[in-house]
């Protein structure tokens, strides 16, 4: 059974249900139960991975290589025969890989064309310096990245303050962008009609954001599979595979956080110091990359399209 059918059958109210309004346990909730059926569903398997493999070697040319060896001390003919059987087939994997690069560049996906021809050509980047040191290293490379986070408090000094003193107060009713003039305004104008506009601004709010459960389906579906998961350790590929089974869910969580607020779920990021130079040493030559929520990213596009 795959994670999608599961999904599928899956009773999201009782679920949600016990936690009532409280957004964030509805969200601990639902991200608990995705990571659950993964974990449950999705085998796990170990792959060795060397630094000459190739991407074009199958599992079929290396069938053939372990027969070419079986052969190696025996007939020499049946040897020739898989030796022969084996460039064909590397011929033919190259093609394959070759026309696959073709096909991406067509996409303009040059992310993947270059990683292919990195590894077509054996170019090797310099390896960079990690990052070293423990909890003190990392308490500076918060406060370095988050030095333009900090609020610093402007001290008036004693000219400005006597100035704010003799300015004259502002009107409540221009003060405040929500409040109402009881009675007309007080204006320059000759016009006699001119004093029967008001120059508040009417109170209505605005009109709540809701979405659609079409519209999460098709963000949830343009999601890069390719991306790391972010702190809740929801994969991409399991968010877009399971679009049309969790666009129901999230849609309910979604309009609810619009109503009360974030979750602190969705709030939470890992700052990764990412090195600008192979042999970085300040702080300055490491780039913050910050990994978050699919889902509140999802949210966001959605804000954003609207």
Known sequence: MCVSVT???TDWQALCEPHGQDIDGITECITGYINFCVDTIVPVRTVNCYPNNKPWVTKDIKAINRKKKAFREGNKVEVRATQRDLRIKIREAKEKYRRKLEWKLQQNNMREVWS??????GYKSSSSGGVNGGVERANELNQFFNRFD???PIHPT????????????ASPALSSPTAHLDGPARTSSSDPSAGSHHLGIT???PPPITFSTEQVRRQLQKIHIGKSAGPDGVSPRVLKDCAPQLSGVLHHVFNLSLSLRVPVMWKTSCLVPVPKMPRPSDLKDYRPVALTSHIMKTLERLLLVR
Do not use: F
């Open 7 to 9: 999904v599928s059958v």
């Open 203 to 205: 109170g209505s709010p």
């Open 116 to 121: 292919g021809m990195r590894t077509i050509t």
């Open 158 to 169: 004693s000219d400005s303050s006597a100035a704010e003193r003799q300015r004259p107060a």
């Open 150 to 152: 900090t609020v610093t």
